[in-house]
T-cell receptor, first 113, second 116 residues
Framework: AQTVTQSQPEMSVQEAETVTLSCTYDTSESDYYLFWYKQPPSRQMILVIRQEAYKQQNATENRFSVNFQKAAKSFSLKISDSQLGDAAMYFCATKTSYDKVIFGPGTSLSVIP | NAGVTQTPKFQVLKTGQSMTLQCAQDMNHEYMSWYRQDPGMGLRLIHYSVGAGITDQGEVPNGYNVSRSTTEDFPLRLLSAAPSQTSVYFC???????????????FGSGTRLTVV
């Protein structure tokens, strides 16, 4: 079974600083994908970044990057130069060969001006 | 605009009533799913479909039915609403694996359902 754990219910960061959100997962599959989604107060779910498990290189999208540790089943999100618009709920998710996407409980990120 | 359309956006039901949450996508996506979002629990998968005529259960399927008669539509039915089904419901879709297995989901804007 797939499970996703986010151990930080809430985090805060000063504007322009860097913050890292943690995620661990468990799956018996060898072929899977990992995602981070952002949910601002508007409630819309926005895909932030994706990572293929077979790729060793960590994914990067502008100010967002991941630290993917496959053996440890860890997939953390680093947000650099934090902006007020980054304040949101962040969800980690896995997708396996059966294409079910399972989400973690989320981390609420506050950005302090 | 192309995307996932959910209706209604808000709904209040009385215990025991039935209703259907509508979901439609115009991106020709094969995969569609329904999630419910509750505080502190993230998004939990209710049912999903990998194509027309094919559906399967997710993590929390009890009390919900789905069908997929066309590629575009994936309605979620509540047969006899209970207060425990008060939640925000999201529909999502993605292309099939042979068109890019790394695609994440495109989400609808959600339906806030309250059962009293």
């Amino acid at each position: 079974a797939q499970t996703v754990t986010q151990s930080q219910p809430e985090m805060s960061v000063q504007e322009a600083e860097t913050v890292t959100l943690s995620c661990t997962y468990d799956t018996s599959e060898s072929d899977y994908y990992l995602f981070w989604y952002k949910q601002p107060p508007s409630r819309q779910m926005i895909l932030v970044i994706r990572q293929e498990a077979y790729k060793q290189q960590n994914a990067t999208e502008n100010r967002f990057s991941v630290n993917f540790q496959k053996a440890a089943k860890s997939f953390s999100l680093k947000i650099s130069d934090s902006q007020l618009g980054d304040a949101a709920m962040y969800f980690c998710a896995t997708k396996t060969s059966y294409d079910k996407v399972i989400f973690g409980p989320g981390t609420s990120l506050s950005v302090i001006p | 605009n192309a995307g996932v359309t959910q209706t209604p956006k808000f709904q209040v039901l009385k215990t025991g009533q039935s209703m259907t949450l509508q979901c439609a996508q115009d991106m020709n996506h094969e995969y569609m799913s329904w999630y419910r979002q509750d505080p502190g629990m993230g998004l939990r998968l209710i049912h999903y479909s990998v194509g027309a005529g094919i559906t399967d259960q997710g993590e929390v399927p009890n009390g919900y039915n789905v069908s997929r008669s066309t590629t575009e539509d994936f309605p979620l039915r509540l047969l006899s609403a209970a207060p425990s089904q008060t939640s925000v419901y999201f529909c999502a879709s993605s292309p099939a694996r042979n068109r890019g297995p790394g695609y994440g989901y495109t989400f609808g804007s959600g339906t806030r359902l309250t059962v009293v």
